[in-house]
C-alpha cells in the first residue's frame, strides 16, 4: 500500500494546513448544496453546533419547513451529506440519537458561519 502522502499544503507540525484543507473542503461543498431547504438547514444546524445543539427533529421543525412529515428531511440532509462524502469522505450533517438531531463539528459550523455562500 505504500506511505501514505498528505496534500502539498498540509504542515502536520502547526494544524494550520488541516484548517486550510477543511476550509477548502467546506467552500466546495457548500458550492454544491442546491436545495434551498438545505442551504437553510445546514446553516441552522451550523448556528446550533457552535451552541452545542441540536436540530431536532420534531413538529416545530416540520412546520418551520413546510414538510408534513420528517422522512421529508431525510432528502433535506442527503443531499449535503452526499456532497460532502464525495469530496471529504465524511458526513457534514450528523445524526446524534441521544438528542434525537443533527449537529456538525463545531469548525465545520464556524467556517459554515464565516463562508458567503447562497442561502435560502
Known amino acids: 500500500m505504500g506511505p ?3 496534500p502539498a499544503d498540509v504542515n502536520p507540525g502547526d ?5 486550510k ?16 431547504d438545505s442551504r ?3 446553516r441552522e444546524v451550523a448556528e446550533l453546533s457552535l451552541q452545542d445543539g441540536v436540530l431536532a427533529l420534531d413538529e416545530g ?22 456532497v460532502m462524502r464525495r469530496v471529504a ?4 450533517l450528523i445524526w446524534d440519537a441521544a438528542e434525537r438531531g443533527y449537529r456538525m463539528h463545531p469548525a465545520d459550523a464556524e467556517i459554515v458561519l464565516q463562508t458567503s455562500w447562497p442561502q435560502a
Open 21 to 36: 484543507v477543511r476550509r477548502r473542503q467546506l467552500a466546495e461543498v457548500l458550492r454544491g448544496i442546491r436545495g434551498v
Open 89 to 92: 469522505r465524511r458526513d457534514l
Open 61 to 82: 421543525l416540520r412546520q418551520r419547513y413546510g414538510k408534513s412529515t420528517g422522512t421529508a428531511f431525510a432528502g433535506i440532509i442527503a443531499g449535503p451529506n452526499k
Open 4 to 6: 501514505r502522502k498528505e
Open 15 to 19: 494544524g494550520s494546513g488541516e484548517i
Open 40 to 42: 437553510r438547514l445546514v
